[in-house]
Every structure is written in structure tokens, then in C-alpha cells.
């Protein structure tokens, strides 16, 4: 859910900030994206040809397996497929931004 994904990566990021062994975290999945694999969970994207970035036209999700992702979407973005903001984007740029950089003396 939006909310389980908020919680884990609000989580991550003061772990990250918290500890001064760890410079930053990088996101899983900045977005949203269709999956186009038939080895993870049966499900696959008919590319429209010449259109740039590569662009479903159709997606085969296979729904005799309790696996396959819904609307054939990887959901790991903090933007959804359409590059809108999701609320762990606002978490986690909020905590970012108030995030002080020690000056080189105080590290060594």
C-alpha cells in the first residue's frame, strides 16, 4: 500500500540520516514502470513501436497466479507511472531538505 511504502522508505531514511556511517541511500525505483517480463510474475508489455520512451500499448497480466502484478505496474516508485508525487516522495524530500552537511574539520 501507499501508506507501507511511505512507513519503510520514512524508515530508511532516518536510519540513513541517524547514522554518520552512512552518506546517503539511493531509492529502489524512482517511478513507476511496466513490467515487461514473462519470467516475473507472467506478465507482458506489446511495446508501441517508434514511440519514445518505450510505451505499452498492451499488457498481458496472466491472473491464474495469485503473482501478477496489478495493471502489469511495478508499484515500487515514489512517482506513480504518470510521474505524479506519491506521499513517500514529500516524506522522504522533506527529510533531505532539512539534512546538515558537517563541514570537512568536524569528519576528521
Given at each position: 500500500t501507499l501508506q507501507y511504502q511511505t512507513q519503510v522508505l520514512s524508515q530508511d531514511v532516518d536510519t540513513a540520516i541517524g547514522n554518520p556511517?552512512?552518506?546517503g541511500i539511493s531509492l529502489w525505483h524512482f517511478f513507476d514502470f511496466k513490467v515487461d517480463d514473462p519470467w516475473e510474475h507472467n506478465t507482458h508489455c506489446d511495446y508501441i513501436p517508434n514511440v519514445n520512451p518505450p510505451t505499452c500499448g498492451y499488457i498481458d497480466v496472466n491472473t491464474s497466479t495469485a503473482s501478477g502484478r496489478p495493471g502489469g505496474l511495478n508499484h515500487k516508485g515514489v512517482l506513480d507511472y504518470y510521474r505524479?508525487?506519491?506521499p513517500s516522495f514529500?516524506?522522504?524530500a522533506a527529510k533531505y531538505k532539512n539534512v546538515t552537511t558537517?563541514?570537512?574539520e568536524s569528519m576528521w
Open positions: 556511517n552512512i552518506s505524479r508525487p506519491k514529500a516524506i522522504v558537517p563541514s570537512k
